[in-house]
């Protein structure tokens, strides 16, 4: 595997970890980026994301009050992901989120959502080469810490659009970029083409983070041997098993995380199935404690849905999940569910 210490720097070399979670609507929230996190050893550094952050929305919210601006105090490495093409309101999305605590701002030119595509955001940037790197520099100029863009493959899987693309983003100012290498037609179905990763990091000089399709910490150093990229970033995998953070720190030789000294990160299927149900526990806890029970449940419910696919009998839990009506009901029957050992799966078909 290629050292550690030969990939590019990212935040002026303050990452020092190989793996970061994927922005994800609905899921990448304070409880899950709080839940993860406490899966990462002392002195292991990574990029933390937010959900997607709407750029004419942010300017009139009360950051503090927003669930998707919720952050704890002690949260480092932040990285907020903002959807936007016009100056004014990016400028101003910009101020309140270096307020806020952001290390450096993300750009989504990856969502393939109808309204993107309406209103010229998201993937539908990379159907205009030139205007995308115009809204890079627009967030450069206004932006004291570094820029990052997400995007995808593109068109038909074309590399040498891709290239001329991020080629544009970097002369704009980009810092790195995130390839999710899926077309906009493929979705979050299909695998990712992490070829295209390895071109990509071999034909541009900022870093490159590869995505899609990271399921265990295995795929981590896999996706860093094949393709070079300079990290790896993974969205629902990671979300369903949040100690690949340990797996991967373990195999790097950090220590165990806070806690849990004297351990071994869980690798067989029963041990991810009890931790998976530890974990959840944790992640159920916190969403009530920081909202109200209602959007509690809510978000909690779309955890289970999606990452429950890696769990034996996830379907089971789930309809668990949605029958119980309180928190204090779901907590129950998370205990109930979890008494019986249940078994996880390394791997899955990624179908949402
Ligand atoms: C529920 C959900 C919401 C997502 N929302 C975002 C988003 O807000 N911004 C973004 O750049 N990507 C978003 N994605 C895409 C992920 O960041 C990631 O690129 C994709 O899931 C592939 O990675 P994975 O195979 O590791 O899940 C979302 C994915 C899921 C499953």
């Not at 009998?313 to 029957?333: I, N, P, R």
Request: proline residues 6%; contains cysteine; aromatic residues 8%.
């Amino acid at each position: 595997m290629q050292e550690l210490a030969t990939r590019r720097k990212l935040l002026n070399g303050k990452v020092n970890f190989p793996l970061c979670l994927a922005p994800m609507v609905g899921l990448s929230h304070m409880a899950l980026r709080v839940v993860t996190r406490d899966y990462l050893p002392a002195g292991a550094e990574t990029l933390w994301p937010t959900e997607m952050l709407n750029s004419w929305k942010i300017p009139k919210e009360d950051l503090a009050k927003t669930p998707e601006t919720f952050r704890a105090p002690f949260e480092t490495g932040l990285v907020p992901q903002i959807l936007g093409n016009e100056e004014e309101p990016i400028r101003d999305t910009v101020t309140r989120l270096i307020d806020w605590g952001a290390e450096a701002i993300d750009i989504n030119m990856g969502c393939p959502v109808q309204k993107a595509l309406k209103h010229n955001y998201g993937v539908a940037l990379m159907g205009d080469p030139a205007y995308a790197a115009e809204v890079v520099r627009m967030t450069v100029k206004h932006s004291p810490v570094p820029v990052s863009v997400k995007l995808r493959a593109g068109p038909q899987g074309d590399f040498n659009f891709l290239l001329n693309f991020v080629r544009g983003l970097e002369e704009a100012g980009a810092s790195w970029v995130t390839l999710h290498p899926r077309t906009a037609e493929q979705k979050r179905r299909g695998s990712a083409d992490w070829e295209q990763i390895r071109l990509l990091r071999e034909s541009v000089s900022i870093p490159v983070i590869g995505n899609g399709d990271v399921q265990t910490a295995e795929d981590v150093f896999q996706m860093l041997e094949d393709t070079g990229c300079d990290m790896a970033m993974s969205g629902r995998a990671l979300a369903a098993r949040p100690w690949m953070m340990w797996q991967v720190a373990e195999t790097l030789g950090f220590g165990a995380p806070y806690g849990r000294e004297g351990e071994r990160a869980p690798r067989t299927p029963e041990d991810e199935g009890q931790e998976y149900g530890r974990a959840l526990k944790k992640l159920l806890m916190i969403l009530l404690e920081t909202h109200g029970e209602n959007l509690a449940l809510r978000k909690f419910r779309f955890h289970v849905r999606t990452t429950g696919v890696w769990l034996d009998f996830g379907h089971a839990l789930y309809s668990a999940v949605m029958t119980a009506k309180t928190g204090e009901g779901v907590q129950e029957a998370l205990d109930l569910f979890f008494k019986t050992r249940v078994a996880m799966t390394p791997r899955t078909q990624l179908r949402e």
